[in-house]
């Protein structure tokens, strides 16, 4: 006999993406075009499970010929996760959790108990009440049906709650004998706050009003100038100017959340669990690009450490600063260079929200643009990067390792510091973004072997 020992929930961490259409995105990878390697990401189509809405059964694995990220009335379509239950055996091997290893254990499907719990804390992040706190929480289930995650809230109006979703138990198959669970995020709609002592006027933003504003304070919050627990930058939710330079919330609520997802099977007497995470963000609207910086490098980075590693190859180095600088490619094709260098454009000196603007809030800086005014043109940045990028392909050394941001340096606020790379962007601190410090390491370590480079028959290790 196979004897279950320990459970993993995989992925660890799966992320959502908000649709309102009924049919969820199909699977797709992203891949560098061999014969067109200076061209954006091409997607391609990829095996997708297809779930039966009645039974919760998967009905066949299919591959779309084309990819739509809408369903053709409007609505984008949600990316819902699957999370899979993996299972340490007794002879130390991780292994699917299937039928079969159930059967071997006594076990049957509805042995199998789930519970998701998420939240959305945006407005209790900003007023500090309690009562503002977003919770959904489905209890244990062992059924197929999809559970709605109920937003529950103490300061919603009577009997409402914010529809963060819902998570499905996907019923096992002799054809797809897996043991996992789906998460379809919400639809990505506003919702407002009404006072329940006088009308309120309809909102064209809102689908419907939740929040009871005679409760809580969020209608009309502002953030108090000098709170040292306030984001940076402040005042990053819906509002409208109000007295004395404030910014007055409109009391919108998204439908965004995070929290987590617990498996539980008692297996000869002992309860045997693992939980994993999962959130949901905003649909990608570039998603044949790839941020500069991740949450998948900084995971890397808290794995492996935020330096180069014993066990890190030249080979991985030079993939790490090839990537890096595709991503500024991509980052460049979406970016209007000029206003976010804090050019004047058509007269207006502030043109929208840049480090530019940032730097001058903090420093007195006067909207000074980081680079010349002349030299960000967009179509010549972003020739630039594909000739940089080129090269780098071609064998030449990743000579920008030496312009690259440190970590200690996103307070540089010099004219050599504001322009150092990436340019242009904020971090989560509000100071300019640096790559992690293991990204920077590892394109240094490219660099350094490629200008060191001898010919000899000793293989490459990192030096």
């Known amino acids: 006999m196979t004897a279950i020992r320990e459970l993993r929930v995989l992925p660890p961490l799966a992320v959502g993406r908000l649709g309102a259409a009924a049919e ?97 804390h945006k407005v209790q992040r900003r007023t500090y009440d309690d009562n503002d706190r977003i919770d959904a929480d489905t209890g244990w289930f062992s059924d197929h049906d999809a559970h ?32 996992r669970l789906r998460f379809t995020p919400a639809g990505g709609h506003v919702y407002g706050s009404a006072y329940t002592d006088h009308p309120t006027d309809p909102d064209p933003n809102v689908v419907d009003f939740l929040y009871d504003a005679t409760k809580g304070t969020w209608r009309g919050h502002a953030d108090q100038a000098g709170d040292p627990r306030l984001t940076i930058p402040a005042q990053i939710y819906a509002g ?62 808290a794995l492996l450490g935020p330096g180069v590693a014993a066990d890190d190859t030249l080979e991985q180095a030079r993939d790490v600063a090839e990537e890096v600088l595709r991503r500024a490619t991509e980052t460049v094709r979406l970016m209007n260079t000029e206003v976010m260098n804090g050019n004047t454009v058509d007269g207006r000196v502030d043109a929208a929200s840049t480090m530019v603007r940032q730097d001058t809030a903090d420093t007195g800086r006067l909207f000074e643009p980081i680079m010349a005014p002349s030299l960000v043109d967009a179509a010549a940045v972003l020739a630039l990067h594909q000739n940089v990028l080129a090269a780098l392909r071609s064998g030449t050394a990743p000579w920008f390792a030496d312009v690259l941001r440190d970590h200690d340096e996103v307070g540089d606020l010099t004219a050599k510091g504001r322009r150092k790379m990436p340019a242009l962007m904020r971090g989560a601190d509000g100071r300019s973004l640096a790559l992690t410090r293991r990204q920077v390491d590892l394109v240094r370590l490219a660099a350094r072997q490629a200008i060191f480079r001898q010919d000899t028959d000793e293989p490459e290790v990192p030096r």
């Open 148 to 179: 709605e995650l109920a937003g529950r809230c103490a300061n919603f109006l009577e009997d409402r709650f914010l529809p963060l979703g819902h998570a499905r138990y996907v019923k096992p198959t002799p054809e797809f004998p897996g043991i």
């Open 240 to 301: 409208d100017d109000g007295p004395d330079d404030t910014w007055v919330s409109r009391g919108y609520l998204d439908d965004e959340c995070d929290g987590l997802v617990h498996v539980k099977v008692e297996v000869s007497g002992r309860e045997l669990t693992a939980f994993g995470r999962i959130g949901a963000g905003p649909p990608a609207y570039a998603p044949d690009s790839i941020p500069i910086r991740t949450v998948a490098d900084e995971l890397d980075q």
């Open 24 to 120: 969820p995105m199909d699977n797709y990878t992203v891949e560098v075009d061999p014969d067109h390697p200076l061209a954006p990401r091409q997607l391609r189509p990829a095996p997708t499970f297809r779930v039966d809405p009645g039974s919760g059964a998967i009905t066949r694995a299919d591959t779309p010929e084309e990819l739509r990220f809408t369903d053709g009335q409007g609505k984008v379509r949600p990316v819902a996760p699957f999370l899979e239950v993996w299972a340490l055996t007794d002879d130390d091997v991780l292994q699917p959790l299937t039928l079969e290893l159930l059967r071997l254990n006594s076990l049957t499907p509805d042995d199998v108990r789930w519970r998701v719990r998420v939240g959305n």
